[in-house]
């Protein structure tokens, strides 16, 4: 997802936040997979728990990053209603019953827009995300609020994000905690860099790495429901 997964707009990337990426598009594939092929084995929900973590992890150092946010909020949004219908159809809700994960990040790129303008216009995108029908809705936003806490105070953050999944434990299904998974990988991550040799220094990016993190989303969406179609 381009600058929504961390990517600088000056090109360039560290292989942190790369490492990050990937981890983060192969566990939201195994939860699409487990969901549209496998509901009957909550394992494939459990692995999927990991990738919004991280997509929330990767768009606040995507804000730290970037040089201009309306261009990067214009990138988030042309993806999310690109990503509409093949979400709607893999889903098996009507077009605009639930708003896709791209709409979810938006919110959260503008509710970091306000707190850095120190602007109490923050709290607009954070409650759009009760009343909007977005993925993952108020939880969504809340935690693209707790990793940007995170960044600044890493107890502060991660406590948070700890405690609003003990929250769901209670409330919510029994397999959304173990987001809390993805917690050690980002703590590991210091500015988008992972402290171990050879990884952290940066290379050249080309558009099609970008733009492959914003299309794949839709893409595997549309052939994971092209495979249910035909196998089933």
Same mark, same amino acid.
């Given at each position: ?40 084995? $909550? ?40 990503? %509409? ?90 397999? %959304? ?24 220094? %940066? ?14 989303? $839709? ?14």
């Amino acid at each position: 997802m381009g600058d929504a997964l961390g990517i600088p707009d000056a090109r360039k990337y560290d292989l942190g936040r790369e490492l990050l990426k990937w981890i983060a598009i192969v566990t939201m594939t195994v939860d699409h997979i487990g969901l549209l092929f496998f509901p009957q084995y $909550p394992i494939f929900r459990v692995i999927g728990r990991i990738a919004f973590p991280l997509f929330a992890y990767l768009l606040v150092l995507g804000t730290e990053s970037t040089r201009n946010m309306r261009g990067y909020f214009n990138r988030l949004l042309f993806f999310a209603l690109l990503s %509409q219908v093949p979400y709607s159809l893999a889903n098996g809700v009507e077009p605009w019953e639930e708003l896709n994960i791209f709409f979810t990040l938006s919110l959260g790129l503008i509710m970091i827009y306000f707190i850095e303008k120190n602007s109490v216009a923050f709290v607009i995108p954070l409650a759009a995300s009760i009343i909007v029908p977005v993925d993952y809705g108020v939880y969504g936003a809340a935690t693209v609020l707790f990793f940007y806490l995170l960044r600044r105070n890493w107890k502060t953050g991660a406590s948070l994000f700890v405690l609003v999944n003990l929250v769901l434990l209670i409330r919510d299904s029994w397999y %959304q905690p173990f987001a809390v998974l993805a917690l050690p990988l980002i703590l590991l991550c210091d500015g988008g860099r992972y402290p171990f040799s050879g990884v952290g220094e %940066q290379t050249r990016s080309t558009l099609f790495r970008k733009y492959f993190f914003y299309a794949y989303y $839709p893409l595997h969406l549309m052939v994971l429901w092209g495979l249910k179609m035909f196998i089933l």
